[in-house]
């Protein structure tokens, strides 16, 4: 067997030149709840095989599924949080296929009734723009089991000798969100996906409904991409990419599936309806199973469970759980926080907007907290290889209660702000509080007004040019006094106070 | 004298056992000795459990012993179907492909037993995953009637009503999809209640057709079904399209069997031109002793009733198609290599199984009901037929507005015998003709004998239907015409019924197939 044949591309440019591409992105979503969709059993990741599992998720004969509750309520929050419309009457349905990781070999589902339908999210790009995906359904499914292929390459079933399957994860309550075919996306046709997919993750978080951890497969991405050459308004033939696990990867997908389709199309060709898996260590995507509109999953309304019928009040009280949507409460506190939009896109790159949250809270600035909170300490977590500032933090200990300490050392006038950041060197380095840090390292600000007037004296005395210039009027200039000033008094003094003397002696 | 214990009703047995005149195992044990002498005959159970049996029966009887406060059926026997889950007990639907498979799981009307304290005397017979109205469609060979050895016996819960008829057990449970618990007992001279829907959970019950199949009592008398009907009955969380209400008063109106001012409605289209004349007979007189009890007749028409049998035959195989899925070799059951094939797929072994493993009914009505779901078939087929359904139980709704219940022969004919409508599909379809209509509306029927066809000396059954969740007014009119008839017949029908011997045994086995009667002796009691 060779190893995967890299197909051909075109560069990004060409394809924008001549096409628009075509994305619909469905989302799958492991719920969090304690137990599965339809049994009792534990939804725990990561347990020893074919432990969680039980006669119903096993499809043992005569076994019959029974809905939890707490898996609609959450499907009903992520509908309303997607401003979708929530059904007041709707069904499971079978879908009808053989596999072995399936133990029903059919998965309940919904088909043509989703509980949720007809909603938006709007996404905010780097450019300041935002765009609004608009979303088809959000419908309830179970998982199915995990199957494992051993003897093969890379576990493939490809050459494999035999296959085993863990059923923990069947019928672990899933949400299915699609979205409808986005057009218009252009060049910005990744960004989309990726900001659609961040965004979504970030509203999942905020209902706690899911872990939504894709690297643990809780959030995975289906990505359906087609081209339409430009002026056309007949859809292309699509793709499927599967199981796009992170974000970057949902970009690069999108990208690499708009280049091998435009390769195809301006040769000539034409694009095979098919299913393709995403290799996130080369980048490219490989056939896999050929899809056609033939695929008939015959399905039917599942007779074993009773339609879910929530109640408007019922619906009203779960609207009136939702969080504050995060662009929504990202607005809000760049406002109450007076940052720059720039100051803002960096804090929310950085993750750092919980971690700012709780410590203007705890009584700092919010220009305070964001300086402490994503100067050094961000140059360590990312040199150590932390998750994010908020983990790194935690892991040592260090908490919004420090920031305000120091920020209230630095106003009580103990600490200038170099001294103030040595003092922060030595939080992070374990020290102690800012208090003791400072104690311990003996900074403290000089507060002998004789002391800093004879060097204010002795700095003008050797610098009376720049002296001058301040007595001309130019009080920007004092600034080189000061730095004089502070130089001499080992940086020990009071700057703003320095700065008060030197004007006094020159301009007063 | 001494009582038969074998041939005494569960009510009469529930009071010998609570005046300490019999013991459980005095009467486990005399029914498994039964079985010894008639079953190779009738072969009624797949699987006889024995020393399960006599264990839970001495456990009731050391209750008892105790002054423990017991179940008035405890320590009654009873035989279940071999289509609902039996924890540690084999189940097989009647097919290759679960022969082995011991559930690790008890279905509730099962469970529901046990905490009663009633002994599992063992599995009965039944056509392959209840598609059937003969039991010839078991993998294991057919159950034969014990009115005449060479006749069926029903089905597809053949075997629930031939063990009771045969007096190996004074109860059985039986499922119902489109009249398994039914016509059976209206071949058998036994009495069978399919509750409404969902009044029995189906948790357990290997499904045929989720939205029809309804467990119910195979029982010899009315008041013993209402009993039994009573212990399986009832909301279970594990079920949720189970009634969250409780059972309705069975047990009351079977005992106090008053028809008085009731309106019974005679289904138009359910009587005369198909129907076997002593059949007919046998029900017009049934209805005149209602009558005499003091109910009142009018006649109902239920157009729809018509398009039952079409509509049925789309909706049971469409989930059924589905239903069966699972039965892939991968987790449980059969497990059947292809031949020829070095290195088999889990596809290759799913369909090497299937094809080993399922009889041809089942492969019938699978691949008629994948059809049916088809994506371009779906509105003509299955939308079609849950349509008439609808029509169906709007037919119901409008007849109940004028009649407290209807009634109907159960099935057109008597006992048919072997090898008769086995190639003819159609044929044995069409035997369900009067009790599918309930099945797909969801409501509840009951069939009690109604005497015995002059031209064959067959048992013949009478069908009661009630509106959903009022089971009870099959129990009042039931028991009303049990009465009745059992003052004209001086006793009970079955005591009619050939006299099973023990020197039966070695020519039945000698020869094997469905077609010796030679020896068995006519007339006992007659
Ligand atoms: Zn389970």
Known sequence: ?????????ISYEEVLESFDPVMGLEVHVELGTNTKMFCGCATEFGAEPNTQVCPVCLGLPGALPVVNEKAV?????????????????CRFARKNYFYPDMPKNFQTSQYDEPIAFEGYLDVDLDDGSTYRVEIERAHMEEDTGKSLHVGGSTGRIH????SLVDYNRAGIPLIEIVTKPLRGAGERAPEIARAYVATLRDLLKALDVSDVKMEQGSMRCDVNLSLMPKGSTTLGTRTETKNVNSLRSVERAVRYEMCRHGAILQAGGSILQETRHWHEDTGVTTSGRPKSDADDYRYFPEPDLVPVAPPQERVEELRATLPEPPAQRRKR????WGFSDLEMRDVLNAGLVDLIGSTVEAGATPAGARKWWSGEIARRANTDGAVDVATYAVERGITPAHVVELEGLVKGGRLNDSMARQVWEGVLDGEGTPTAVADARGLELVQDDGALEAAVDTVIAANPEVAQKVRDGKVQAAGALIGQVMKEMKGQADAGKAREIILAKLTG | MTTDLTRASASELADLLASGETSSVEVTRALLARTHDVDTDVHAYLHVDHDGALASARDVDERRGRGEALHQLAGVPIAVKDVLATKGLPTTCGSKILEGWVPPYDAT?????REAGMPILGKTNMDEFAMGSSTEHSAYGPTRNPWDLDRIPGGSGGGSSAVVASFQAPLAIGTDTGGSIRQPAAVTGTVGTKPTYGGVSRYGLVALASSLDQAGPCTRTVLDAALLHEVIGGHDPMDSTSIDAPVPPVVEAARRADV???KIGIVRELTGDGFQAGVQARFDESVQHLVDAGAEVVEVSCPSFTAALAAYYLILPSEASSNLAKFDAMRFGLRVLPEGVDAPSAEQVMAATRDAGFGDEVKRRIILGTYALSSGYYDAYYGSAQKVRRLIADDFARAFETADVLVSPTAPTTAFRFGDKIDDPMAMYLN???????????????????????????????????????????????????QRLLASWGGPLLNRAPHLTNASIASADATAGATTSADVTKGEGA
């Open chain 1, 159 to 162: 050459g494999a000798t035999h």
């Open chain 2, 260 to 262: 008085k001012g009731m």
């Open chain 1, 333 to 336: 506190l760049q406002s109450d």
């Open chain 2, 432 to 482: 369900d003709i009067a009790t599918i209509p309930a099945n797909l509306a969801g409501v509840p029927g009951m069939s009690l004998p109604s005497g015995l066809a002059d031209e064959d000396g067959l048992p013949a059954g009478f069908q009661i239907l009630a509106p959903a969740a009022a089971d009870d007014r099959l129990y009042a009119v039931g028991a009303a015409l049990e």
């Open chain 1, 1 to 9: 067997m060779s190893s995967i044949d890299t197909e051909a591309t």
């Open chain 2, 109 to 113: 009307v099962v469970a529901r037993l």
């Open chain 1, 73 to 89: 309520e959450s499907a009903i929050r992520i509908g309303l949080a997607l401003n979708c419309e929530i059904a007041q009457w």
